[in-house]
């Protein structure tokens, strides 16, 4: 977090003063692919690798998501 490009300067100085020194995301998309939205966890210290399950749950969370998005959204592509 402290080096990664995806990060502007004001977001990281926000993420690292809240403690947060490392972060997994997933892309919430619809069936068609439009992203509608992002799950991030963030964590006070980087982990060595995720476990099955810490990786499923956001994505089980997506799937949720795409479900309600897919089903009459009333989400506009910008």
């Known amino acids: ?3 990664d490009p995806v990060f502007t300067e004001p977001a990281r100085r926000a993420i690292l003063e809240a403690g947060s020194r490392a972060c997994h995301s997933v892309p919430l998309t619809t069936a068609s692919g ?7 966890a963030h964590l006070y210290r980087p982990l060595r ?3 099955t399950t810490q990786t499923e ?4 969370r997506g799937l949720h998501a795409q479900g309600r998005a897919d089903r009459g959204s009333r989400l506009r592509r910008s």
């Not at 749950?57 to 089980?60: E, G, Q, V, W």
């Open 57 to 60: 749950a956001p994505r089980y």
């Open 49 to 51: 690798g995720l476990t």
């Open 34 to 40: 439009l992203c509608v939205g992002m799950v991030s």
């Open 1 to 3: 977090m402290e080096s």
